[in-house]
């Protein structure tokens, strides 16, 4: 059984202040989790410390029950993906090249691709909408297509847990859409854990099983996301006047700024 849990996690950069400071957090499979906070809130810093890329000052993270710090790398790469909210966009490769480049912790760099590595590069291509664009040179490709095509290498990867940094950043309405739906819709038939950072709250609102908001090195709130999205916790993480107008889509929360800044 996949699972990921941070356990009074306390992290900050060298010389400077907590990030995150005493954070504990239990994902649970077939979830979409959305994690909602302001600007340099540690919501990236997170995800890289779910991942294994940064080490807990204090407190621990577990991977399937060990210190994520005791697996190699290779072993983290076949149990989760972390899909970056910034990456180069200049190279050489072909859409269809850079999805491959998923596949490498199952292969390794020199061995060959086999049928299981084509399908897994094909359903990537399919559900994040570019398999038109499999043979386009990655460094033509806008930046919206190009998001879409990290995420593709992310979803190749066929890893139980996704860590996935802003993955609608860049996409038009429509492709947010149906990025987030795709991502919900594989995380529920697979059983996959999930973290995804947003920062349009409806579409966590939309889209998300659970929220957690993070404000002042801490987790203010977690839960479903008709408990958390409250005029309270939004106003304390945000610092704006907000209202909750339920059911415009029938079951949903939406929030909607009444227009007062708060001083924070």
């Known amino acids: 059984m996949t699972s990921l849990v941070a356990n009074n996690v306390s992290f900050g950069y060298q010389g400077n202040d907590l990030v ?14 959305v994690l ?10 997170l995800l890289r410390l779910l991942a294994g890329q940064l080490r807990a000052r204090s407190g621990s993270v577990l991977l399937d029950g060990r210190p994520i710090e005791s697996w190699s790398r290779s072993e983290i790469a076949k149990r989760l993906t972390l899909m970056p909210q910034f990456e180069r966009g200049e190279t050489h490769f072909s859409v269809r090249e850079m999805v491959q480049l998923g596949r490498s912790v199952h292969r390794g760099w020199y061995m060959p691709f086999t049928k299981e590595d084509d399908s ?14 499999s043979e386009r040179s990655v460094s033509s490709l806008s930046g919206g297509q190009w998001r879409r095509a990290v995420l593709a290498r992310s979803l190749a990867q066929d890893a139980p847990i996704l860590l996935l940094d802003e993955p609608t950043s860049g996409l038009d309405l429509r492709h947010q859409y149906e990025c ?3 991502i919900r819709d594989l995380v529920s038939q697979n059983q996959f854990i999930a973290v995804m950072t947003l920062h349009d709250l409806n579409h966590a609102a939309m889209f998300a099983d659970q929220i957690a908001i ?18 309270q916790s939004i106003e304390e993480a945000f610092g704006i006047e907000v209202s909750i107008v339920k059911d415009l889509v029938p079951g949903k929360s939406f929030v909607v700024p009444a227009g007062g800044m708060l001083d924070q």
């Open 36 to 45: 909602l906070g302001g600007n340099g809130a540690g919501k990236t810093t």
């Open 214 to 231: 993070v404000a002042n090195q801490r987790l203010l709130s977690v839960g479903d996301p008709s408990s958390v999205l409250t005029e």
């Open 180 to 182: 987030l739906q795709q």
């Open 20 to 33: 995150i400071d005493g954070l504990s957090l239990t994902l649970d499979q077939g979830k979409l989790l």
């Open 120 to 133: 897994a590069v094909d359903r990537a291509l399919e559900m994040t909408g570019i398999k038109d664009l």
